[in-house]
């Protein structure tokens, strides 16, 4: 990408240009990112509830990096690099599950308390002035912010609490259950697209009733003219007041079901989590975007409900709506969208900046832009 390619003045989002394509597409940019967001920032990781039990883990991969989160005897969460101190090699592949007694290297046997430590390496009496206090495993920095799980692989981060102040604060007063959650599913889907493409869909409410049938219907359940898009620095909210007039939602009958709030909640973190609820389920999903090559995403759906009462079904049909038909349309636009910008036609367009029209504004788009921009431009 040539300098005048990688130069953008965002100064003025209603008459300047947009972030040009090469950002979307560009090898150099992508490495940059990594090196700059990526290795830096916050990744969610999971539910605190998920390590209530010792030997409880989750595996958060982060590029080539790998951090296992797990619960202590003490029912502390601990957090290590995944990767055994003698000659590095992988301890643990899958995603979740429960560690029995002690983390065990399938390579030469070496073993781990589930506070790090090293308990046992076999033969090692033989080594000249070896400390297995020495070789326990490398820990990695973690927080819990409103009730889930983060890390990071940067010991000088701001804390999430103070990157995100207020955020925890506007969760709760839309997820009352946060504190009391399971997870019922995971969906992990790859998508031909930039993380960037991917996110900028997601902050923008123009296309609700302009693109596919899907996106018409959600903004059917919502009042759509009371949907507002609101960036907060390095969080933001996008939240539409429900449609009082609803009577079914996702195939179901709204009277009678449980649910977290009335409203289309929707928050995200810098720079790729989610977290948002459909109107009138009773239930908080994660959306994060994991960038894997410049053109290549894994989009993870994480789906949370109370764990104290029973799951309604329209609850449930909302999950499945999501996992069959909102995700699909999305994913179909982020694949042409990607595409598109590949196209010797197109190099800069124009963000819709519509003060009157905050619903169908793409002012948020624009701000995400400009964080990622002075992220590895400034």
Not at 28 to 46: M, S, Y
Request: hydrophobic share 35%; charged share 25%.
């Amino acid at each position: 990408m040539s300098t005048m390619e990688m130069n953008w003045d965002y100064s003025d989002p209603a008459t300047g240009l947009s972030l040009p394509a090469p950002y979307f597409y560009d090898s150099q940019v992508f490495e940059d990112e990594k090196q700059r967001i990526f290795l830096k920032c916050w990744h969610l990781v999971g539910h605190v509830n998920e390590f209530r039990e010792a030997g409880n883990f989750i595996c958060q991969d982060i590029f080539e990096q790998s951090v296992i989160v797990v619960a202590g005897r003490d029912g502390q969460i601990n957090a290590f690099h995944n990767a055994c101190r003698h000659r590095g090699n992988r301890l643990i592949n899958e995603r979740r599950g429960k560690i029995p007694a002690v983390l065990r290297c399938g390579y030469h046997s070496w073993c781990y308390g589930l506070d790090g430590s090293l308990r046992s390496a076999p033969r090692s009496d033989c080594l000249k002035d070896f400390d297995k206090t020495l070789y326990g495993l490398k820990p990695v920095r973690h927080e819990i912010f409103a009730g889930f799980v983060y890390v990071t692989l940067d010991d000088s981060a701001e804390p999430v609490a103070k990157m995100a102040a207020g955020a925890e604060a506007e969760m709760r007063h839309y997820l009352p259950d946060l504190d009391r959650l399971k997870l019922v599913e995971e969906v992990d889907v790859i998508v031909p697209a930039n993380w960037k493409v991917i996110q900028e869909n997601s902050i923008e409410g123009y296309h609700f009733d302009l693109s596919g049938p899907v996106h018409k219907r959600i903004a059917e359940l919502i009042d759509f003219s009371g949907y507002r898009l609101t960036p907060h620095g390095k969080w933001w909210t996008y939240i539409g007041p429900p449609n009082a007039d609803a009577k079914t939602a996702y195939g179901e009958p709204i009277a009678g079901a449980t649910r977290q709030t009335d409203s289309f909640f929707n928050i995200g973190l810098w720079p790729n989590t989610t977290l948002y609820c459909f109107p009138f389920t009773d239930m908080v999903g994660t959306f994060i975007m994991i960038p894997l090559e410049p053109e290549k995403s894994l989009l993870r759906f994480g789906y949370y409900v109370p764990e104290h009462r029973p799951t309604p079904q329209l609850t449930k049909a909302a999950i499945d709506w999501m996992n069959r038909e909102l995700g699909p349309e999305d994913i179909s636009l982020n694949v042409t969208n990607q595409k598109g910008l590949r196209s010797f036609g197109f190099q800069q367009g124009r963000y819709l900046i519509d003060p009157e029209h905050p619903n169908q504004s793409e002012h948020l788009v624009h701000h995400f832009h400009k964080l990622c921009y002075q992220a590895i431009r400034e």
